[in-house]
């Protein structure tokens, strides 16, 4: 790929679907466990609310991801930049967990990291 911010944004959204998957796998163990008794109905319940939430809020993301065209971004840390700014401040508004946030972010330093090593980096 010859533009870099095109590169993060494909390789951002695999990342992001990939998180969506762990937490849908987090869904299914808690479900396990409450079926073997290891967890009560209530415990499972508050979990599962919790889990759906951020399953939300990462599509959310990729909402916004998918609206950005890569040929307004001069580099990836441009769209980090953006995409922060507005997870920051819906973290500050309370509609957001933080812990989302540092999972995105975990996942924007393992997409630059990647870049950075491949020929398609910024």
Do not use: W
Not at 4 to 13: G, H, S, V
Not at 30 to 43: A, D, G, K, Q
Not at 86 to 110: A, G, H, T
């Amino acid at each position: 790929m010859n533009n870099p911010a095109a590169a993060f944004i494909t390789i951002l959204e695999i990342e992001l679907k990939d998180l969506e998957d762990d937490i849908q796998l987090i869904m299914a163990d808690y479900e396990v466990r409450r079926n073997h008794e290891e967890i009560t109905n209530y415990v499972y319940l508050e979990n599962l609310a919790l889990l759906k939430k951020e399953l939300f809020d990462v599509d959310g993301v990729l909402h916004r991801l998918r609206q950005l065209d890569p040929g307004e971004f001069g580099s990836s840390r441009e769209i980090i930049d953006l995409l922060l700014k507005d997870l920051r401040n819906k973290v500050k508004r309370q509609l957001i967990p933080p812990v989302l946030l540092s999972m995105v972010e975990r996942k924007f330093d393992k997409v630059s990291r990647y870049l950075a090593e491949s020929d398609c980096g910024d």
